[in-house]
């Protein structure tokens, strides 16, 4: 299919980046990589590698292509899980730990969850099952400003063709509110805040009248920024940071109906899905492999390559008590950026969507670089999308 980029004039997309500017952020704080052992990893020599094994063979589907990994993953491919010292000396003879560290040099930053979420719907819309789920329109845009401008390497621009401008995609006010894209769902659920959280999770589950289940991942984003509202109910003095807890955001929407979709559309941007394969055990993170719980975890891609092991020591939610991890670089999210910042996938489930609505912990990372390679980052001045 052709790019529709390729069908824009040059004209006109320069009179769209004159009429509406790149945002330019502060200068993103750089890192610091430190070499460092293996006796530096907090409770590594008692780390349970297997589930760590199982999400590196899930993500060599996608590494095995670059030469780097394929001896790497070839050879993960014929370990005997259940041989937990055979697995250390794997991960201690084919990579070096390096810390990450913040421009300041300390080490610590936040760590959050996400999880899958589920949600009750219809393919017909009726009383019940009113909300509409999105698939990825077709008159949505993209547009790899690096075609054109590679000092934009990494920035991409959503949009649509109004007669003959392409102005920016519709925001969520007008997907929601104006009903934008009518005729376009692909499923209806009962639970708006639901909905939203689905949304911010990136994956997740509805279940149909019938029992039949429908597996949803992402397809696509409607361009507009990412805001939190969990940070515009503190700025509302609805709640405190340390209140602003998923479940503390539903049970305010619960509490405030009348003033839910004001809240909601203070975050402009709009998710959109596509069905997943029946046979698909898990959601799919961004290197197109299916996460596995307790063991992906999504990273800001320019500070962390996709499919690097990275060492975490944090804490469980609401806990002092060490949760010390290998865990597989697999994912990406609109709200995971900056130096040591990570979102730990918990899965599906009720346990999971405890653990993930309320983990807001500080952390430290090491990342497990295959031996002979140093670290690279890559962090534009310019906010990516």
Known sequence: MLNPIARIPGLLLCLWLAACPIKQPE?????????????????????????????????????????QWQQICAEAGLLDSNNNETLRRFFETRFTPWQLRNGDGSDQGLITGYYEPLLYGSREKNERFRFPVYGQPNDLLIIDLADLYPQLKGMRLRGRIDGNRVVPYYDRAAIDGEAALSGKEILWVDDEIGLFFLQVQGSGRVQLPDGGMVKLGYANQNGHPYTSIGKKLVEMGEMTVAQASMQRIRQWGVDNPERLKELLYSNPSYVFFREMPDGMQSAVGAMGVPLTPGHSMAVDRRV??????????TTWPNSERPLNRLMLAQDVGGAIKGVIRGDFFWGFGPDATTYAGSMKQQGRMWVLYPNGETPVIDLPDIEQH
Do not use: F, M
């Not at 200068?27 to 094994?53: F, G, I, M, R, T």
């Open 27 to 67: 200068k993103a704080e750089a890192p610091q990589y430190v070499q460092s052992n293996w006796q530096a990893l907090p409770d590594w020599h008692q780390a349970e590698l297997a589930p760590s094994l199982a999400a590196l063979n899930s993500g060599c589907v996608a590494l095995r292509k670059k030469q």
């Open 304 to 313: 962390i390559p996709l499919g690097l092991p990275v060492y975490l020591s």
